[in-house]
């Protein structure tokens, strides 16, 4: 029975890890762009923060270019968010992939 307790404290010590980690994640962030005139940045927690668009980028008579700039740099965004939480959690998991963590 001493060998449970032992396992659950490590389970609980484990998840207040995960939480504080996931809590830091929502404070960093990385940037994506595309053409240098499009920029994201994002939270390691996959939310988009902010989108800077460049003067020059908009043209009324090419919107599709402008809408491929922004999906570019959304996807950017997004997997260098995705890549900061896969290394910061997999510390925590030791590089166990657990489906639904992060």
């Known amino acids: 029975m001493n060998q449970m307790q032992q396992m659950m404290k ?12 996931q809590q830091e994640l929502a404070n960093k962030t990385v940037e994506g762009s595309a ?6 940045t994002a939270n390691g927690q ?3 923060m902010a989108i800077t668009i460049k ?8 919107v599709e270019m ?8 959304v996807n950017d ?14 510390r925590l998991t030791g590089g166990l992939n657990i489906p639904g963590l992060f």
């Open 35 to 40: 053409g240098g005139v499009v920029t994201v």
């Open 10 to 21: 490590q389970v609980k010590k484990m998840q207040e890890q995960m939480e504080k980690t």
């Open 46 to 48: 996959k939310k988009i």
């Open 66 to 73: 402008l809408q491929d700039l922004v999906l570019t740099a």
């Open 55 to 62: 003067p020059e980028a908009v043209d009324p008579e090419d």
């Open 77 to 90: 965004a997004l997997a260098k968010a995705e890549e900061l939480a896969n290394k910061d959690m997999g």
